[in-house]
């Protein structure tokens, strides 16, 4: 299985402002999936992102709210631009296994409260 | 719409008790895993399983795949404080690489 680091790990920040979320890989994978996750719920897919193309953001989730970037098959970053308290929650990037059943590997995510 | 609805959404047991934790769907699935969350952390994934009818056992906890492929139990015997956390059933969306996860099941064991 992959191993999976993020940064930060946790950070508070004012309304309005953008903090971007690294992920990195220690191994080349194709898929990179990015979640939110309100505390002691299940998670919500915001994107899937593969090297060289645009995201994929699901229903709820906008580009120009939370750009993605995958400049190459180890890394990505997720922005949270101009945050209001409302997006507080856990940001959660994960990479898709091996195996033919879409096992995913994720990373400890980032706890991210915004006042 | 594939949904996966997971019951109890919250389970508080003493230490050495037995437990089912139950993910049910209208659909039918190629596959389903687990995952347990614990704070601070991202979810590990347990177990996936394949065949209708499929049981597999990991040491103290029993992952059952139902036979039309729609649902999944899981069972953890004599459980421990080690067991807490936040357990999630997942499954391949069809004809795609994501994932859909269950609505969470909160377990916590009390010593």
């Known amino acids: 299985s992959a191993v999976i680091s993020q940064k930060p790990s946790r950070d508070i920040c004012q309304r309005g402002t953008s903090l971007t979320i690294q992920c990195q890989v220690d191994?080349?994978?194709?898929?990179m999936f990015w979640y939110r996750q309100q505390p002691g719920q299940s998670l919500t897919l915001i994107a899937t992102?593969?090297?060289?193309?645009?995201?994929?953001?699901e229903s709820g989730f906008v580009i120009d709210k939370f750009p993605i970037s995958r400049p190459n098959l180890t890394f990505s970053t997720l922005t949270v631009s101009n945050m209001s308290p409302e997006d507080s929650s856990i940001y959660l990037c994960?990479?898709?296994?091996?195996?033919?059943?879409?096992?995913?590997?994720f990373g400890p995510g980032t706890r991210l409260t915004v006042l | 719409t594939q949904l996966l609805e997971q019951s109890p959404q919250f389970l508080s047991i003493q230490e050495g008790e037995n437990l089912t934790v139950y993910c049910n769907s209208s659909s039918v699935f190629s596959s389903l895993q687990w995952y347990r969350q614990e704070p601070g952390e991202g979810p590990v994934l347990l177990v996936t399983v394949v065949t209708g009818g499929e049981v597999k056992k990991l040491k103290r906890l029993t992952f059952q795949f139902g036979d039309a492929r729609k649902d999944s139990s899981l069972h953890i015997t004599a459980a421990q404080p080690g067991d807490t956390g936040l357990y999630l059933c997942a499954a391949p969306s069809y004809n795609t690489d994501k994932l859909i996860f269950g609505t969470g099941t909160r377990l916590q064991v009390f010593p």
């Open positions: 992102a593969n090297q060289g193309s645009e995201a994929t953001y």
């Open positions: 994960s990479v898709s296994g091996t195996s033919a059943y879409n096992e995913q590997f």
């Open positions: 191994s080349q994978v194709t898929m």
